[in-house]
């Protein structure tokens, strides 16, 4: 069983839904990552946290929204998004920011918008 | 900034064939970690190593073994006696800097067949 639980596992959401993503970690880890990996490119970094706090945006469209309200949960919130937003999300958390932590990943939330 | 190449996109070989995945990455740190992750169909990126850029003695775990050459950044993994169960998507990933984070190529997909 991964240390790093997502759900919905799957979800199917029409381009003017609201829905969230979350992502669960009791592994006592204090960082957590949102990646967004769509075929045939390579895994995109979206969002940092690092003890609640949100450390990294890489170029997000406000149409994504992270929340962390405690170290072991994280969630990313949608509303408005576009077909090419379909995409498997992952979600990640290492014991802290330091160069020789590995992350640990979930299963993912595989997202198709319609 | 940090880059990884890994060149081939796509393998596919009989069971009990030996595979060797390449990966190659630019960094222009002197200290640095570089993992290996397997994406099996279910989705989840599983952690299989982590190498410091100190440490050039090849690692050997079961079937795998990886081969680090600083000289020529590569960081090459070899399946030996492939199993149907090493089907996945291969990342190999560099980590550098102190607020470092875990930075992903396209991976290389490993197909198995009996």
């Known amino acids: 069983e991964t240390g790093v639980t997502q759900t919905p596992r799957h979800l199917v959401m029409g381009m003017t839904n609201k829905k969230s993503l979350k992502c669960e970690q009791h592994?006592?880890?204090?960082?957590m990552y949102w990646y967004k990996q769509s075929a045939k490119k390579p895994l995109e970094l979206m969002f940092v946290?690092?003890?609640?706090?949100?450390?990294e945006n890489n170029s997000v469209p406000s149409r994504f929204s992270p929340e962390c309200p405690n170290s072991s949960h994280l969630f990313l919130h949608l509303h408005t998004l576009q077909p090419e937003d379909s995409a498997l999300y992952l979600c990640?958390?290492?014991?802290?920011?330091?160069?020789?932590?590995?992350?640990?990943f979930g299963s993912g939330t595989r997202l198709t918008v319609v | 900034a940090q880059k990884v190449t890994q060149a081939q996109t796509e393998i596919s070989v009989v069971e009990k064939e030996d595979v060797t995945l390449d990966c190659v990455y630019e960094?222009?740190?002197?200290?640095?970690?570089l993992f290996w992750y397997k994406q099996p169909p279910s989705g989840e990126l599983v952690f299989l190593i982590r190498?410091?850029?100190?440490?050039?003695q090849n690692e050997i775990s079961g079937r795998y073994s990886w081969n680090f050459q600083k000289s020529t950044s590569s960081f090459n993994f070899t399946i030996t006696a492939s199993q149907v169960v090493d089907s996945a998507v291969y990342f190999c990933?560099?980590?550098?800097?102190?607020?470092?984070?875990?930075?992903f190529g396209t991976g290389t997909r490993l197909q198995v067949t009996l």
């Open positions: 990640a958390s290492s014991q802290d920011r330091r160069r020789w932590d590995g992350y640990t």
């Open positions: 592994l006592g880890h204090n960082a």
């Open positions: 946290y690092n003890f609640k706090e949100q450390t």
């Open positions: 960094t222009r740190d002197t200290t640095y970690y």
């Open positions: 190498r410091n850029s100190f440490d050039e």
């Open positions: 990933a560099p980590k550098t800097g102190t607020a470092s984070k875990l930075t």
